[in-house]
Structure formats: structure tokens, C-alpha cells
């Protein structure tokens, strides 16, 4: 059986698929390859897990969740989903921090990828991770803390370094939002740009570079009915406006839990567009946001044709190294894509060039054609952890400069 990516643009090109059912089957798995990749829920749009070795998926491996209360930390396994996660933590009285989207990913998959959600205050996913447990290559258990020195290199990690068997999150008390959707954001609205985005817990904008829609999220009622010169949904709305609201979380005010309000989609419908899509995100120190916004609106008429949607997210600094996010307080433009890989290319490479003066970083899962420079203490990293490069792939390769 052929085996795919969530969205089916990706095939991979493993000899063999493995589904080991416990720590030891894992670490003898690991110890006996010569390549060796780890498969998360699946969901990012490049080779990032791809190898011609072994993949190895953590679906059968016991699932853990141990929350420590009096530290306000939980231990979850690799494989374990937000979804599956969160309602747990609220029930405990607990929540992250931040979500991102979907909430149907892997929390290993999304950490070592730098996936994150929005608001200005909260940093991206990889964020709350204050401990990381993998299998590395000689099969024996390495466990890091946050303190140590080669922790903030080993979280987002693209899977360089190992397979992540458990991660330990940080937690918050739990709480509500209440998630409103604003229509017909003018262009000029730019000028108020730090002052839309800082105006919720969580704010995203949604545009396809000539009509704008703002997705608020935020603990008190809106009350302003000209907030910003826009007017409110009459109704509940997905971010693609052709496409019925089913699948998305509550809207119109409502209050409910952090977790059914974060994600724009609910956990209980398939995600998204059902994988009908490709994804581009780059992401953008903070200071170049309105400037770098502006740039895209004037090539609009090239990007519309493939563009199905494009979301505008904030996200705080953090400072592990191979994180978008590592030192600088960023803005995450990112674009659903129609699934057309040909046509789409040549206007991801033209965003790109748009965006290149403004310093960005490409998300780790989605599709770019630029590479950053790697920092160096992560490649020297890769290096020690895994000098005969097991768990390198074409893009661990193209990523470290070998």
C-alpha cells in the first residue's frame, strides 16, 4: 500500500513502515536501522518525514497523559493529539497556552515543526515543552530539561536528533474565550494594524489580498459595533467563505473552554479542507508586518488564482534555535493553496521574492523553496547526537548545508 501525507501531495519512499508497540521494540528498532524517520498524524506538505529507510509510526505505542498538578506540567507521549489532550487538561482544571488550528496533530509533530497558533502574547507550541524524552541513535533513551545546554536545540528538532518518544508541557489554569468574526477590514486598517492584533487573546486575519475578515478570540464581550470600520458575522463562518461552517468552532460570542475556541476547527470533523490543499507559511520579524502585508496585497492579482486563503497570525519570540520564532516577537503569513503543486510553485517562489527583504523563515511542515541559514550550534548538535546521520533525509541535508 502506498503510503501519503495528510494532503496526498507526498508519497513516501520508505523500504519498510514499522508500528512498534513499546519503548524497548522502539529501541532496538532504532539501534538495528540505518535509516530511520519518525511519522507524526501527517500533516505537514514536504518530505520533512520522509526517508528510504525505516519510518516508524508511534500509532500503537501506549498512550500517556500524567499530569503533575502541583508543578502545572503534564507528560504526554509522542503520539498523543491536542485533541485527545486537551479535554483531559481542562477537566483537570489545566490548559495550554496556545493551539494551533487543528487541534487533530500530533504534539510531537507539531512541536518539532515550530507549528503555533496566534496572539501577541503567547509564544508557538514549542514553546511550553519543558522537557523532551527521544530514542536516540544507538537506540539508548536521552532525556533533556529545559536548563540544560542542549535543550533548546532538541524541541524543534525536524526529527534530526532522534524519535521523540514523550514530551512534559507546561500548563495554565483554565479558562474561556469568546470568538467573534468581523467582516470588511479596509485595506487602510493596516495603520491599525498593532492595535487589531493585540485586541484579543488569540486574533487571525483571513484574506485573499482584496477582502479581509478578522477572527477575534478573547476572554470579555465586544461591544463596539464599528470595531475598526467592519461589520459582524450574521452568522458562523469558515475561513474559506464558500465553504459551510460545520467544521469550525463556536462562534458569535459564545463563551465556552480555551480548547473549543483556539483551534478554528472542531476535533469531532475531518480537518480543514479534508486535505484538499497545499500550505506555505513564512514567518516575519513583527516590525515588517504592515509593510511586508502591503507588499502582498500589490502583487494580489498573481497570488489569487491558486489562493484559496491566506491567514495572518501573531506569535511571540522564543528561544529555541531552530524555531521561526527564536529571539524575535513574529508575524506568521500563511497560504492555503489550491492542490495544484505546478501551479502553485511559481507563486509561492513569487511570495518569496516579495517577502524575501523582510527576513523570513519558512514553517518546517510546509512547502517553501528558499532555505534559511542554519544556525550552526544545531548543525554541531546533529552532529554529536547523530555523527553517522540515521535520522538525516534530503531535507536534513539541503537544511544543515551537507
Known amino acids: 500500500m502506498t503510503l501519503t501525507n495528510w494532503a496526498g501531495n507526498t508519497t513516501f519512499h520508505a523500504k519498510e513502515v514499522h508500528h512498534p508497540s513499546s519503548i ?3 529501541q532496538r528498532l532504532v539501534a538495528a536501522s540505518a535509516h530511520v524517520r519518525a511519522l507524526g498524524s501527517g500533516h505537514s506538505f514536504n518530505h520533512v518525514a520522509d526517508t528510504t529507510g525505516d519510518l516508524v509510526a508511534l500509532d500503537r505505542m501506549p498512550e500517556l497523559v500524567e499530569i503533575d498538578s502541583a508543578a502545572a506540567q503534564v507528560r504526554v507521549s509522542a503520539r498523543t493529539t491536542y485533541a485527545k489532550l486537551a479535554p483531559l487538561l481542562h477537566r483537570a482544571g489545566f ?3 496556545n493551539l494551533a488550528s487543528l487541534p487533530h496533530i500530533s504534539v510531537a509533530g507539531s512541536v518539532a515543526t515550530g507549528t503555533h497558533g496566534s496572539g501577541d502574547a ?6 511550553a515543552v519543558s522537557g523532551i524524552e527521544l530514542v536516540t541513535a544507538d537506540g539508548s533513551p536521552l532525556s533533556l530539561a529545559r536548563g540544560e545546554a542542549d535543550f533548546p536545540g532538541a524541541v524543534v528538532s525536524v526529527g534530526a536528533l532522534g524519535v521523540v518518544t514523550a514530551l512534559t508541557l507546561d500548563l495554565v489554569p483554565a479558562f474561556e474565550l469568546r470568538q467573534y468574526v468581523r467582516e470588511g ?9 498593532d492595535e487589531i492584533m493585540s485586541s484579543g487573546y488569540s486574533v487571525s486575519l483571513f484574506t485573499d489580498y482584496r477582502d479581509t475578515r478578522v477572527w477575534l478570540k478573547r476572554a470579555d ?6 470595531w475598526y470600520g467592519t461589520t459582524p458575522a ?4 469558515h475561513p474559506l467563505p464558500a465553504m459551510p461552517a460545520d467544521s469550525c468552532t463556536e462562534q458569535l460570542g459564545v463563551p465556552g473552554a480555551w480548547y473549543e475556541r483556539l ?3 472542531r476535533a469531532d470533523f475531518p480537518p480543514s479542507g479534508a486535505g484538499d490543499e497545499l500550505q506555505t507559511e513564512l514567518l516575519l520579524p513583527r516590525e515588517h508586518a504592515v509593510a511586508a502585508l502591503r507588499a502582498l496585497f500589490a502583487v494580489g492579482d498573481r497570488i489569487r488564482p491558486v489562493l484559496q486563503i491566506s491567514e495572518v497570525r501573531s506569535i511571540a519570540a522564543d528561544d529555541l534555535w531552530l524555531s521561526p520564532f527564536e529571539g524575535r516577537d513574529s508575524i506568521g503569513v500563511h497560504f492555503t493553496w489550491i492542490k495544484d503543486v505546478a501551479a502553485v510553485l511559481p507563486v509561492v517562489e513569487l511570495v518569496e521574492r516579495t517577502l524575501a527583504p523582510f527576513g523570513p523563515i519558512p514553517h518546517w511542515g510546509k512547502l517553501f523553496t528558499r532555505w534559511p541559514e542554519c544556525p550552526d550550534r544545531f548543525r554541531e548538535l546533529v552532529r554529536r547526537l547523530d555523527p553517522d546521520g540515521k535520522f538525516g533525509n534530503d531535507f536534513t541535508r539541503v537544511l544543515l548545508g551537507e
Open 95 to 97: 490548559a495550554l497556552a
Open 24 to 26: 524497548d521494540e522502539l
Open 221 to 226: 464581550e465586544l461591544t463596539d459595533p464599528d
Open 263 to 265: 483551534p478554528h476547527f
Open 185 to 193: 477590514l479596509r485595506p487602510d486598517a493596516l495603520g491599525h494594524f
Open 122 to 127: 503567547v509564544p508557538g507550541l514549542a514553546a
Open 234 to 237: 450574521d452568522g458562523p463562518r
